[in-house]
């Protein structure tokens, strides 16, 4: 498959097909994940890959997902926002923590930080968090190739989700990320139109 046609096909899926993913599917895209550019070039990085409902019920207290407001106070929250984003907020809140359940595999993405993100003084501070976007990416698109597909969450209750999963405390979460194969029913939102060449500036804006 082309490069292209790989990056055209990934897409944000929140609902699972009942269906396994196979373990050299995620090897794959977890090797392809450590081909990422890295900022100190030691790719300081780690997968856990929570299987069992025990695991994936820990997340959802940690997160406090069975909270969630009503129909209306997310029509409330995000009325004045542009409809393409609103409606991607009003599909995914509710569905976070089915989503988490749901999904065959939950993949929580670790890195090591050059400094806790929340203590980032100078913009290279972040460069860590750069990086480990850019291994996410390489991830996502690799499940993509085989048509896995998966939602990139961010946790907010990180330290009761580290005591949890007995992550060391020298290291961050990036991001928790529910994949599996899209089901028959899954809802794909439109992405916003870009005009490309009004965002491309040559040596001035």
């Known amino acids: 498959m082309e490069l292209k046609d790989v990056i055209e096909k990934r897409r944000t899926v929140r609902d699972f097909q009942d269906r ?31 299987k069992h409902l025990e695991s994936k019920l820990a997340l959802i207290n940690a997160e406090n997902l069975d909270v969630k407001g009503s129909n209306d106070e997310l029509e409330n ?12 907020y009003l599909d995914a809140i509710p569905k976070q923590k089915k989503m988490i359940l749901s999904a065959p595999l939950v993949i929580v993405v670790v890195f090591k930080p050059k400094t806790k993100v929340i203590d980032a003084k100078k913009i290279y501070d972040l ?3 750069a990086s480990v976007w850019a291994c996410i ?15 990139t969450y961010i946790p907010q209750n990180v330290e009761t989700i580290k005591e949890r999963l007995r992550i060391p405390d020298n290291l961050e979460i990036a991001t928790i990320i529910p994949i599996g194969y899209k089901d028959h029913s899954a809802k794909v939102l439109k992405q916003k139109t870009i005009n490309i060449s009004g965002r ?6």
Not at 21 to 46: M, Q
Not at 137 to 149: M, P
Not at 200 to 205: M, P, V
């Open 20 to 50: 396994e993913v196979p373990d050299t599917i995620i090897d794959y895209a977890i090797e392809n994940a450590f081909k990422a550019p890295s900022y100190n070039h030691l790719r300081e990085w780690d997968f856990i890959i929570l």
């Open 77 to 88: 929250t995000f009325q004045n926002e542009e409809i393409i984003m609103k409606e991607m």
């Open 127 to 129: 460069n860590c968090l």
């Open 137 to 151: 990416e390489n991830f996502l698109l690799s499940l993509a190739e085989h048509d896995v597909f998966g939602v």
């Open 200 to 205: 491309i500036h040559i040596d001035n804006w």
